[in-house]
């Protein structure tokens, strides 16, 4: 029902309740029909039920699928290696899913443990999950409101409903009959559920307990969004099946040549298959993802971006369009006056940032001292005297207790070094905000003397016309009609940019004055007044710009009002002079709507199912979506989108759980940053992909080579797996950790159907591939007359020397491994030269020889391998080179 648009007859009678409230038969009837105002509990998975699901991707199952046929065959070492890398997969899979999904538990701390009631005539006070629609409750100043309920009394009453709405200032409460379409932020005869009470007091009407409130249907938006495959195991499960199938086919290929075509013996032949098999199963990939992954997350802590689900670092490259909150996340989510509009019509401006109690004053661009300039110095001392807001230090920031409006004024007095405790006035009585009046005001007293006077601040216009004179120059003048204008005209400028203008007035009273009443506040000297702003964070435009740069679209999703939407997205430079509300978007038909989505960058009032409506529109068009927010009102949507993204300091916990990315410094800019290190994370996993998938194609075109001219095996499934997990393990892990190398961000998103095998690639892989397999093979054929063992001996170390060139290739698609700076990873450098190690010892251990059936080579033959297995870095530098200049030659011709 739309109680906000009842007479409160309707809504009592609705709810079959009275302003006296209900009894307690009558209330026990209802709580066992309507059940316990509290979100329900989302069921926990077992932690042996989570450590199963890990093994439920298809590169996993291949590999289960490859250790079963070599233990049925008798191949244990084979066998138990495998297994290895499934359940060191699985472990770290285990680990980061078992930190994730507790957004329910987030909203549920939302919710106050008690409310006071009224029941049979009586207040009392009862646990807030025992409430149900149809209870008055009663509601103070520094209370979280306990269910979603109508207001039907109220003295001054406002909340705070930024982690709800987006509203970055308190609202008003007031008891109005509204229309049936008002949109949730501006239902100002409504408290929600979880909302903090600024100030004031107010008895209302429970209307909806649960999961029927506001944030019950935030938390049913919630459980209804399931996780969908992020496009990283989306692509790594195409690969895995790609190469499971080319495996498999292979080793029946194989097979089917060998035992059918040429009549090999099935011993020897079935070893051929077990060879090609294990070859074309990249079982070191799992691993090697992960450290790629791992490489990412750690670049972008160190950039204040905390990756919560390592696929998402990948998935950050290939992001079209980041939609993001407007408070706290574009804005410093703090109230900060900005400028000063004295009576002479000066406007001084004020730095600062945040609750920092630290700026500079401005007037005409120079820096002034405020205390020397006599009306300047009035209206701050107004400002510092007349509201309750304190500020307060903790570690390395500051915070303010109090109203955030009244919080602006403390910082500002402070900045210009009047601080409370300090200051040459006493406040003796106080009248709180009202909010009819609109203003409040204060009893002060001069310490060394006897002269008080009535400080008052609030909406302009109310000041204004409490006022018959104002100050100007230092010098107290009667207020004409023509002056009210002018001021009034002053006012409309900063009206305009979306700030929030506060009035000050003052006057003299006698010295016998002890309390304070609301006659007292007439026939005021009117101080000028202060333009207040949650104002843009000054890394966001730049931000912005880079991320326009870089192809991706920044739209604007707030439930703040359209005009300040709009004076902050012009203010970052998010394009467009276009905002649409909730209530606009409603009334458009599903064509139209998806139509705005895609044009318009800034959407105002938005509720939560609007926002998530929002991030659905565009993955539907084909958008790759960042989701950023910091409050409850964002979380469906953060969890919709294929990136989730929230704020660390200001965020809620429910969009914190929600998020897949949180950011240490709740900067926007920090987003940027992050989608550049994901851009290298996407080049990183396709360069290590296609290093360890070249190595799978040249073992097994070296087998199939090997069928038709009629060569014994030259490499065992032990020397296969050896040279998948150790040697493509030490290099491909070298692999991951490259930086990057070219401007990232001055090239377009990734396309999110590109594979991580694209076209591009597939040329390059079958020259090594050839390179590979030939040198392989040529190896083999000259040593065999020292023996098969001597001849797999060279075959091996060819495949791992080659391997080892090739990941000197690797490092980039395009540029030469010269260019980019041989020792700029020296990552790959310690691999490179650990795997010569390792290949040796294997090479020449007696041990070692004994599992791989190998024996020693002579140091000339070693060197003749390293040199001809060098080619294949040659081979690439030509390659890269013709590639090149190709492309420069082709985008002459464009030209």
Request: hydrophobic content about 45%; glycine content about 6%; overall charge neutral.
């Given at each position: 029902m739309k109680f906000h648009s009842q007479k409160l007859s309707g809504v009592f009678e609705n709810l079959s309740s009275s302003a006296s409230g209900l009894s307690s038969s009558e209330a026990k009837s209802r709580l066992?029909?309507?059940?316990?105002?509290?979100?329900?509990?989302?069921?926990?998975?077992?932690?042996?039920l989570l450590f199963l699901k890990q093994f439920k991707s298809v590169l996993i199952l291949i590999l289960f699928l490859a250790a079963f046929i070599a233990f049925i065959f008798d191949k244990q070492i084979d066998t138990y290696v495998i297994l290895a890398v499934i359940l060191l997969n699985a472990?770290?899979?285990?680990?980061?899913?078992?930190?994730?999904?507790?957004?329910?538990?987030?909203?549920?701390?939302?919710?106050?443990?008690?409310?006071?009631?009224?029941?049979?005539?009586?207040?009392?006070?009862?646990?807030?999950?025992?409430?149900?629609p149809g209870d008055i409750v009663f509601l103070q100043e520094g209370d979280r409101v306990p269910a979603d309920a109508r207001i039907i009394e109220l003295k001054d009453f406002r909340t705070e409903e930024a982690a709800l709405t987006g509203e970055s200032f308190p609202i008003d409460k007031d008891l109005k009959i509204l229309p049936e379409k008002t949109d949730v932020g501006d239902r100002k005869n409504m408290a929600w559920m979880g909302t903090f009470v600024a100030g004031g007091s107010a008895k209302a009407i429970v209307v909806n307990t649960g999961i029927k409130t506001i944030f019950g249907k935030i938390a049913k938006d919630l459980e209804e969004i399931k996780r969908a495959k992020t496009h990283f195991e989306e692509k790594t499960d195409k690969l895995a099946k790609q190469m499971g199938v080319l495996a498999f086919f292979m080793a029946l290929l194989i097979f089917s040549l060998g035992f059918f075509l040429r009549g090999m013996e099935f011993e020897e032949i079935f070893l051929f298959t077990i060879a090609a098999l294990v070859s074309g199963i990249p079982e070191g990939l799992p691993a090697i993802l992960v450290i790629v992954l791992s490489f990412g997350v750690h670049r972008m802590a160190k950039r204040n971006a905390i990756i919560r689900r390592l696929p998402a670092a990948e998935t950050l490259g290939v992001v079209t369009t980041i939609a993001t909150d407007k408070t706290g996340t574009l804005t410093?989510?703090?109230?900060?006056?900005?400028?000063?509009?004295?009576?002479?019509?000066?406007?001084?401006?004020?730095?600062?940032?945040?609750?920092?109690?630290?700026?500079?004053?401005?007037?005409?661009?120079?820096?002034?001292?405020?205390?020397?300039?006599?009306?300047?110095?009035?209206?701050?001392?107004?400002?510092?005297?007349?509201?309750?807001?304190?500020?307060?230090?903790?570690?390395?920031?500051?915070?303010?207790?109090?109203?955030?409006?009244?919080?602006?004024?403390?910082?500002?007095?402070?900045?210009?070094?009047?601080?409370?405790?300090?200051?040459?006035?006493?406040?003796?009585d106080d009248i709180p905000f009202n909010v009819e009046l609109k203003y409040r005001a204060s009893l002060a007293m001069l310490i060394e003397g006897k002269d008080k006077e009535v400080f008052v601040t609030g909406a302009?216009?109310?000041?204004?016309?409490?006022?018959?004179?104002?100050?100007?120059?230092?010098?107290?003048?009667?207020?004409?009609?023509?002056?009210?204008?002018?001021?009034?005209?002053?006012?409309d400028k900063l009206t305009e940019k979306a700030m929030r203008i506060i009035g000050f007035g003052y006057k003299k009273v006698g010295s016998e004055k002890k309390s304070l009443s609301y006659d007292n506040v007439k026939d005021l000297v009117f101080a000028g007044f202060v333009g207040i702003i949650d104002p843009p964070r000054a890394e966001v435009k730049e931000a912005v710009l880079k991320a326009q740069r870089a192809g991706i679209r920044v739209i604007m999703v707030t439930g703040d009002h359209k005009s300040t939407a709009l004076a902050i997205a012009k203010k970052v430079g998010i394009e467009g002079e276009k905002a649409l509300t909730d209530q606009e978007l409603q009334e458009l038909s599903e064509k139209e709507f998806q139509k705005i989505v895609k044009k318009v960058n800034v959407f105002a009032r938005l509720t939560p199912q609007t926002k998530l409506k929002i991030a659905k529109t565009l993955q539907e068009q084909g958008e790759f979506i960042a989701m950023t927010g910091d409050?409850?009102?964002?979380?469906?949507?953060?969890?919709?989108?294929?990136?989730?993204?929230?704020?660390?300091?200001?965020?809620?916990?429910?969009?914190?759980?929600?998020?897949?990315?949180?950011?240490?410094?709740?900067?926007?800019?920090?987003?940027?940053?992050?989608?550049e290190e994901g851009r290298t994370v996407f080049n990183n996993t396709k360069q290590t992909s296609s290093f360890l998938v070249t190595t799978n194609f040249a073992e097994g075109?070296?087998?199939?080579?090997?069928?038709?001219?009629?060569?014994?095996?030259?490499?065992?499934?032990?020397?296969?797996?050896?040279?998948?997990?150790?040697?493509?393990?030490?290099?491909?892990?070298?692999?991951?950790?490259?930086?990057?190398?070219?401007?990232?961000?001055?090239?377009?998103?990734?396309?999110?159907?590109?594979n991580i095998l694209s076209k591009d690639i597939i040329p390059f892989l079958i020259l090594m591939t050839i390179l590979m397999a030939a040198s392989t093979l040529y190896f083999f054929n000259y040593l065999k007359p020292l023996g098969l063992e001597v001849a797999r001996t060279g075959a091996f170390l060819v495949m791992a020397?080659?391997?080892?060139?090739?990941?000197?290739?690797?490092?980039?698609?395009?540029?030469?491994?010269?260019?980019?700076?041989?020792?700029?990873?020296?990552?790959?450098?310690?691999?490179?030269?650990?795997?010569?190690?390792?290949?040796?010892?294997?090479?020449?251990?007696?041990?070692?020889q004994t599992i791989f059936h190998f024996d020693s080579l002579n140091v000339v033959d070693v060197i003749k391998i390293i040199l001809v297995s060098s080619l294949v870095l040659w081979f690439g530098e030509i390659y890269k080179y013709v590639q090149r200049k190709r492309m420069a030659f082709k985008r002459r011709k464009a030209d």
């Open positions: 066992e029909k309507i059940g316990y105002n509290e979100l329900p509990e989302k069921e926990v998975h077992h932690p042996i472990i770290m899979g285990f680990v980061q899913e078992a930190k994730a999904e507790k957004a329910i538990q987030a909203l549920k701390k939302m919710i106050v443990p008690s409310a006071r009631v009224q029941r049979n005539g009586e207040l009392v006070e009862i646990k807030a999950r025992e409430l149900v410093q989510n703090t109230m900060n006056v900005e400028k000063i509009v004295l009576n002479n019509g000066e406007e001084i401006s004020v730095s600062g940032k945040g609750w920092h109690p630290e700026g500079n004053f401005f007037k005409q661009g120079k820096n002034i001292l405020p205390l020397e300039d006599q009306s300047l110095s009035k209206l701050l001392h107004v400002a510092a005297i007349c509201n309750n807001a304190k500020l307060v230090k903790e570690e390395d920031h500051y915070k303010i207790i109090g109203d955030p409006t009244e919080g602006a004024l403390t910082v500002l007095a402070e900045k210009a070094g009047l601080k409370k405790e300090v200051i040459s006035e006493k406040r003796l302009p216009e109310a000041v204004l016309a409490q006022s018959v004179s104002f100050l100007i120059e230092g010098e107290e003048k009667k207020l004409t009609e023509k002056d009210r204008k002018e001021i009034l005209k002053r006012m409050g409850i009102n964002d979380a469906p949507a953060i969890k919709q989108a294929d990136i989730g993204i929230s704020m660390g300091i200001t965020g809620t916990d429910v969009a914190k759980e929600t998020a897949e990315i949180v950011l240490t410094d709740d900067n926007f800019a920090s987003i940027v940053s992050a989608v075109a070296t087998l199939l080579s090997t069928i038709f001219l009629g060569f014994s095996v030259p490499l065992l499934p032990t020397h296969i797996l050896w040279l998948n997990l150790v040697t493509d393990g030490v290099a491909g892990g070298a692999l991951a950790a490259e930086p990057s190398h070219a401007q990232v961000l001055n090239e377009p998103p990734r396309k999110a159907k590109e020397f080659t391997q080892l060139f090739n990941a000197l290739n690797m490092r980039s698609y395009k540029e030469s491994v010269f260019k980019i700076g041989f020792f700029s990873n020296k990552y790959i450098i310690i691999a490179f030269l650990a795997s010569v190690v390792l290949q040796l010892i294997v090479v020449y251990n007696g041990f070692f």
